[in-house]
């Protein structure tokens, strides 16, 4: 059974950093790409990004490029998301989300940023910046 276990978010001044983490079980973890999403109250679920866990290629949003950095440990079936220079729009709910596909350039800009592209979701961590 594919598991996904998000964890990592707090209460953090803007301007502040934050690691996510999300723990992968019960698939072979190279077979499959893993996606961060966010959630603010009343709004739809947005990608941020991906990583290929086979050759470590990553696809960010331009909202996020430049400030968080996604990352994957094969040793610990393991995939991160640092974030920095937090702002209080950056508060949301964060999951994590898998697909048994590898992600292109191409396909994250047309699909693999959209939720209904990953079949396998994690629950929700918080993240709130106060400013």
């Known amino acids: 059974e594919v598991q996904l276990q998000a964890s990592g978010g707090g209460l953090v001044q803007a301007g502040g950093s934050l690691r996510l983490s999300c723990a992968a079980s019960g698939f072979t973890f190279d077979d499959y790409a893993i996606a961060w999403y966010r959630q603010a109250p009343g709004e739809e679920r947005v990608g941020l990004s991906c990583i290929n866990n086979s050759d470590r290629n990553t696809f960010y949003a331009d909202s996020v490029k430049g400030r968080f950095t996604i990352s994957s440990d094969k040793d610990r079936n393991t995939v991160y998301l640092q974030m920095n220079s937090l702002k209080p729009d950056d508060t949301a709910i964060y999951y994590c989300?898998?697909?048994?596909?590898?992600?292109?350039?191409?396909?994250?800009?047309?699909?693999?940023?959209?939720?209904?592209?990953?079949?396998?979701w994690g629950q929700g961590t918080l993240v709130t910046v106060s400013s």
């Open positions: 989300a898998a697909v048994r596909h590898w992600i292109t350039t191409n396909s994250w800009y047309h699909k693999a940023s959209y939720p209904s592209y990953y079949p396998y």
